[in-house]
């Protein structure tokens, strides 16, 4: 098994962060394997990004770790956290409120993140490293109480494990019912979405009356839409009975009223909501797949096809999404409608709006793609030329 030594510098002990550095080399050259070191500039990240010191040196190592995962095509990058260290997490999770994924401590493995040591307590690691003729260097920051980390683990622990001679031991068997209880719930709550969520326009639709009725109501919620990023869980629930149109978004997704349901839709980067793009042109990704064809007569009939009179057509083909204050004139009526109307009265939903395209000529609408097709090309006794618009797979 081929393997290598990773230490982070994070510059923030002077002489003894380059003695830390120094140890780890002679560490890796007696084991003859690979040294892989890189200096942070961790203060300069603290300021930066608002964040405390123990969250920059976390983002600053793993960020560093999974570069390294992928330029060294290594499989693992096992890390040294142990039992009293998971004790440490879950006191802190519980003293900020947590549900219980926080009450489970330490996950062993996280991708290709691993914990190999968990089960162990730091006295038994020690104990071992002594008598193996190990040696090791402290981090003198570990016995600074202004952290957290280290006023629970030198304030708190101690007279913790005065209570019962086993409490670490009786520690790990809590969490692992816990991790099994969470295991379930998470089962569980699979089996909810799997009958809930209903594919839709790329997204999900969820009836609103059966979230309503998962009992407690919060609970479901939390656990049913907290992958998606939503945290906002009394906006979620006041959402179940808004108005159709209301919307709220995390960072990745948004869920939107729409009469009975809530729509679940992955917000895009980038979306061509606006760009008019002309059908003729060759496109790598073309929004709609549009077959232009010259024919003699009208054949199958369906919402796939289109036929119009080529000779209405004074201006070049262009698909584009619908934009406020659109109208047409709907193929079989009297007058012009607006569009936002027409989708009103065919019921429309806000996402199959927003995924409404429409074909244009000039500044006309030809065809609300699928839908409804203008009077104003349509096919008459004087027709002498006949262009067929086919939406293909």
């Known amino acids: 098994m081929s393997f290598g030594l990773a230490h982070c510098n994070f510059s923030l002990r002077g002489n003894e962060s380059e003695e830390d550095q120094k140890f780890v080399k002679h560490l890796a050259s007696d084991l003859q394997v690979p040294f892989f070191v890189t200096h942070f500039d961790t203060l300069g990240y603290v300021n930066k990004n608002k964040v405390s010191v123990q969250i920059a040196a976390r983002e600053l190592r793993y960020q560093w770790f999974n570069e390294l995962l992928e330029t060294k095509e290594y499989d693992f990058m096992a890390t040294a956290h142990h039992l009293d260290d998971s004790l440490e997490t879950f006191i802190i999770n519980l003293s900020r409120g947590t549900g219980i994924d926080g009450l489970t401590g330490i996950p062993e493995k996280i991708n290709k993140i691993v914990r190999p040591l968990l089960t162990f307590s730091r006295d038994e690691i020690l104990a071992f490293a002594e008598d193996q003729g190990i040696s090791w260097r402290e981090d003198s920051s570990n016995e600074e109480i202004k952290y957290l980390r280290n006023k629970i683990r030198h304030q708190i622990v101690p007279p913790l494990k005065e209570l019962h001679p086993t409490f670490l031991e009786n520690f790990k068997t809590t969490q692992h019912y816990l991790e099994d209880t969470a295991l379930m719930l998470q089962n569980h709550i699979k089996s909810v979405i799997d009958e809930l969520f209903v594919p839709y326009q790329n997204g999900y639709k969820i009836e609103t009356i059966s979230l309503i009725a998962l009992q407690p109501t919060d609970?479901?919620?939390?656990?049913?839409?907290?992958?998606?990023?939503?945290?906002?869980?009394?906006?979620?629930?006041?959402?179940?009975?808004?108005?159709?149109?209301?919307?709220?978004?995390?960072?990745?997704?948004?869920?939107?009223?729409?009469?009975?349901?809530?729509?679940?839709?992955?917000?895009?980067?980038?979306?061509?909501?606006?760009?008019?793009?002309n059908i003729a042109?060759?496109?790598?990704?073309?929004?709609?797949?549009?077959?232009?064809?010259?024919?003699?007569?009208?054949?199958?009939?369906?919402?796939?096809?289109l036929y119009v009179d080529k000779e209405t057509l004074n201006h070049k083909l262009t698909v584009r999404k619908w934009k406020k204050g659109d109208y047409f004139y709907p193929l079989g009526m009297d007058g012009k409608k607006k569009v936002a109307k027409?989708?009103?009265?065919?019921?429309?939903?806000?996402?199959?709006?927003?995924?409404?395209?429409?074909?244009?000529?000039g500044e006309k609408i030809v065809w609300i793609i699928g839908r409804r097709a203008d009077d104003r090309f349509k096919i008459t006794s004087k027709t002498k030329k006949i262009l067929k618009v086919t939406v293909e797979e």
């Not at 060759?282 to 919402?303: F, G, H, T, W, Y």
């Open 219 to 277: 609970a479901y919620l939390h656990a049913i839409f907290s992958e998606y990023g939503f945290t906002a869980w009394g906006d979620i629930l006041d959402l179940l009975t808004a108005m159709s149109g209301k919307e709220i978004r995390s960072r990745t997704h948004r869920l939107i009223k729409d009469r009975k349901y809530l729509l679940l839709q992955e917000i895009q980067d980038s979306d061509r909501t606006d760009d008019e793009i």
């Open 281 to 305: 042109e060759e496109l790598a990704e073309p929004p709609v797949n549009l077959k232009i064809e010259s024919v003699q007569d009208i054949e199958e009939k369906n919402n796939t096809i």
């Open 342 to 361: 027409f989708f009103k009265d065919e019921k429309m939903d806000t996402v199959a709006k927003e995924n409404q395209w429409i074909l244009c000529c």
